[in-house]
């Protein structure tokens, strides 16, 4: 079966390091057969958030918001990829996420850390949990913390770990899984 998935990336800083793997990501799940969009806060330079996309009257939204709006509600689940910032997520993944709430609703997200550190982010994710529980797209159980990013992956976006391929296939699985339960799910309960 194939599946709407949006990956949201959430650097802006220079030299990104992250967008690697949220590069390898895309490739994976649209070679799988999957629509994946990959939503950058670098392309759609949102302002600091003022007003929800919900509180604007009907095609009065500024265009970029109505463009993530039906990218995310049209999706059937999100892979967030964060970078740690101060032991946190970066204002970036925060501000373009915020514009939005019920495009989340009953869809599964998966959490992808990182960090320069040998330690993959992981402080990140916890605080990335209970961020995506309160936007109603609650996490699979799995995570995907990749340590020392700027090496993690070659210029051809191949991973450089012999064990990370293991360690992704059983996170995208389980993700995959989450995801075709939880659409199950919407679709028996509009019907």
Not at 35 to 64: C, H, N, Q, R
Not at 133 to 147: F, M, R
Request: glycine content about 8%; overall charge negative; hydrophobic content about 35%.
């Amino acid at each position: 079966m194939s599946y709407n998935i949006s990956i949201i990336y959430g650097s802006v800083r220079t030299n990104r390091q992250g967008i690697k793997v949220a590069e390898y990501i895309k490739r994976d799940l649209t070679e799988k057969g999957h629509s994946v969009t990959l939503i950058d806060p670098k392309v759609y330079e949102l302002p600091l958030i003022d007003k929800m996309y919900k509180e604007f009257p009907a095609g009065e939204a500024p265009e970029p918001l109505g463009e993530l709006h039906t990218i995310l509600d049209n999706s059937d689940a999100f892979i967030i990829v964060t970078g740690e910032y101060n032991h946190g997520i970066p204002p970036a993944l925060s501000n373009l996420m915020d514009h939005f709430q019920g495009e989340y609703f009953y869809k599964p997200s998966a959490i992808v850390s990182y960090s320069a550190g040998v330690f993959g982010g992981v402080r990140a994710m916890f605080a990335l949990r209970a961020f995506l529980a309160e936007l109603g797209t609650s996490s699979i159980p799995s995570t995907l913390p990749i340590g020392k990013i700027g090496a993690a992956f070659d210029e051809d976006l191949n991973p450089t770990d012999t064990k990370f391929v293991k360690r992704y296939t059983r996170f995208i699985n389980e993700f995959v899984w989450y995801t075709e339960a939880l659409k199950n799910q919407r679709e028996k309960n509009r019907t």
